[in-house]
């Protein structure tokens, strides 16, 4: 299995960007997927996650109110919309996927390729 991440980019600060993920293979419903970001010289960092089978989502207090994760079981896709973009949000934002709920990067055992998001004024 590949996940596919895609929709990064340059964004004015304040602006808005939204990121998908596609996985190549089929997403069952145990499965936890989530977003990170991860600038050089840190871990990756947790920003949201949801539940694929209830879709009951879960966020990093740093993007939660600004940041919304949703899914398509139909489509079998996952998309990120981030709002109120600032500065310290630009990093390399990458999806993964767990056997069950973590915010933890080590227990993610599938991941997509990385997208940089570059917020500037």
């Known amino acids: 299995v590949q996940l596919q991440a895609s929709g990064g980019g340059l964004v004015k600060t304040g602006g808005s960007l939204r990121l998908s993920c596609a996985p190549s293979g089929r997403t069952f419903s145990s499965h936890f997927m989530a977003w990170f970001r991860q600038v050089p010289g840190k871990e990756r960092d947790f920003l949201a996650g949801?539940?694929?089978?209830?879709?009951?989502?879960y966020y990093a207090d740093s993007v939660k109110g600004r940041f919304t994760i949703s899914r398509s079981s139909a489509e079998n896709t996952m998309d990120l919309q981030m709002s109120s973009l600032q500065s310290d949000d630009s990093a390399v934002y990458y999806c993964?996927?767990?056997?069950?709920?973590?915010?933890?990067?080590?227990?993610?055992?599938?991941w997509g390729q990385g997208t940089l998001v570059t917020v500037s004024s």
């Open positions: 949801i539940r694929w089978g209830t879709g009951r989502t």
């Open positions: 993964a996927r767990a056997d069950g709920y973590s915010t933890y990067w080590r227990d993610y055992l599938v």
